[in-house]
């Protein structure tokens, strides 16, 4: 990736991530951390630049990344964070549900891997384990070429099969 592109990216995404970063401080005692976790999630990028085209959506890695900044620098401090837009008195049965939400994508999520073929959903699973597409596709003994296009393969029938499970609901 360019410079130039890596600029254009970060110029887009910029206000969204401090806006998010900003939700996890507290405005006025903390407000500097929050632009500090901006640019510690745009140096995570900057050092990931060379594989940033392999991702579908970079603005969801950094939204990822700067979710993780944050909790890290709260931890770091000694404050616990709390789940973004969730009140203290409700914190119980708002985990609650994300768990049952978290349960419930899960179980979808593995019914949808099950439909695809072995090979696809061996190098899509690698792939979400952190695994690179040159690493992926010396395991599987195929060209990175062809790796790529079955992950994209993969990633497009898993959301075709979730697409046609959330209409039926």
Not at 80 to 88: D, I, M, N, S, W
Request: with cysteine; proline share 3%; aromatic share 2%.
């Amino acid at each position: 990736m360019e410079q130039q592109e890596f600029r254009h990216i970060i110029t887009t995404i910029r206000p969204g991530l401090l806006s998010l970063c900003q939700r996890f401080f507290d405005k006025q005692h903390m407000a500097c951390d929050a632009e500090d976790a901006v640019q510690e999630t745009l140096l995570r990028l900057w050092q990931m630049c060379d594989r940033l085209e392999s991702y579908q959506s970079p603005e969801a890695l950094a939204v990822m990344i700067a979710k993780n900044v944050c909790i890290d620098m709260l931890r770091h401090s000694g404050l616990h964070p709390v789940p973004l837009g969730v009140h203290a008195d409700a914190e119980s049965s708002a985990q609650a549900d994300q768990q049952t939400i978290a349960n419930d994508v899960e179980q979808a999520v593995m019914k949808a891997l099950s439909h695809l073929p072995t090979t696809q959903r061996r190098m899509l699973l690698m792939r979400s384990e952190g695994m690179s597409m040159a690493e992926i596709a010396e395991a599987c003994g195929a060209t990175e070429a062809s790796t790529k296009t079955m992950i994209c393969s993969a990633r497009k029938r898993m959301m075709e099969i979730l697409k046609i499970r959330r209409s039926k609901k």
